[in-house]
């Protein structure tokens, strides 16, 4: 499969190049030069599909010969190695729970399907690829999980120190082999300003093969439309109408729903929930495109004041608002909206979120108000003791620790401190003699 630079001054590249290169050369996301509809047969029939089978499926088009069918479908296997349950909690509401994975955050997916390809065509290669990546919280932990062991592959990982939670922190800070962290004196921002400079970083590049694991990597990004067919086919034989919130940052989860759609997925429309990073709640009503820096929530892993996949989104539409308006709306919430929708759900279904998910509840709230035939799914992207302080705090309840979180929180946290880029470039340069 060919992909395209978003910023069209950059030559076609193969899966595998955009996948080590995370970027293109004109610093412009990649985007599939075709997207083949699946047979209508496929989603007639999606009840009798095991997950790894509709995957497999979904994303070979994508890929092609590059990888090797049986390697493929083991990568798949290997990714989905656990469940992506449906929890109804009224007619018109369910939940899917994308937090069973090994760090309880949905990014577990991307980054594992992305390791593991990563591994694959890194195999016989002498030269080793460095992931950067900067975190505000569970990008690192995933992708530190997703990564860990794998050969040729070393994963350096910036966080801003005293901005992540302990629980987060641990996951990313205890692994040790092939991982890195790097405990950055600053904030998030910090750490993602110093990734895009290292990547800039002409000395750099040339001497170190570096690739980026945020969701501008196709291998990232591309797997979490996975979601949105499971989803289907847990909901499609008794709801008709089917529409999903997804809490949103940079909108990579979201954009790769509007895959799956373009793949043949019958889904009726799109809700972008957002927290007081708002965006694009502000462009669907304005048609004025706005980023702003971002404000701290209680929702941190969608504090994103740019969101970078929503050029792909554009792509997708061709950039024709009206389209775009048509197949997807967007609502904000305040941090006080979020915890009001946190107590309603454990009140009302008895039902735990985390603040992201409770962000994607009330975006079906307001949506279902205007279109009462939908059947609205809100995608539970966090498990909610990833967030235990709000979550006890508003609910009044102690949490149990579930085994993922178990395992990590009594492991000794190992992290270099750093200050600054230079700090960062020589680090890079000394692990490479
Ligand atoms: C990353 C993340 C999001 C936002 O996903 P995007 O693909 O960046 O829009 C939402 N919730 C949680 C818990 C996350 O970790």
Known sequence: MNYYSLNKKAPNTSFKN????????????????????????FFDNIENLSDVEIAYQAIKQFITSEIPDAVLKKIVEETLSFNFPIVTLNDRTSTLELFHGPTMAFKDVGARFMARCLGYFNKDSTKQVTVLVATSGDTGGAVASG??????????ILYPKGKVSA????QLTTLGQNITALEVHGVFDDCQDMVKRAFLDEELTRRI?????????????LPQLFYFMFAYK???????????????????NICAGMMAQQLGLPVKHFIASNNENNVVTRYLKTENYNPKASVQTI??????????????????????????????SSYSFTDEETKLALAEMYNQYNYIADPHGAVGYLGCKSYLKQNP?????????AHPTKFLEVVEEVIKKKLDLPPQIKAVINKEKVAIPIKNYNDL????LNKQE
């Open 18 to 41: 955009a996948v080590i290169k995370g970027l293109a050369p004109d610093k412009g996301l990649y985007f599939p030069v075709d997207i083949t509809p699946l047979p209508k047969a």
């Open 147 to 156: 990564f860990l062991g794998v050969k040729g592959v070393h994963v350096v």
């Open 167 to 170: 629980i987060q922190e641990k």
């Open 209 to 221: 093969q570096l690739t980026s694991a945020n969701s501008i990597n196709v291998a990232r990004w």
């Open 234 to 252: 847990q909901l499609y034989k008794k709801h008709k109408e089917i529409v999903f919130s997804i809490p949103s940052g940079n909108f990579g």
């Open 299 to 328: 929702s941190n892993a969608m504090d994103v004041g740019n969101p970078s996949n929503f050029i792909r989104i554009q792509e997708i539409y061709k950039n024709d608002f009206k389209r775009l308006k048509d197949n997807l």
């Open 373 to 381: 035939n939908a059947h609205c799914v809100f995608l539970e992207t």
């Open 425 to 428: 470039k020589g680090f890079l």
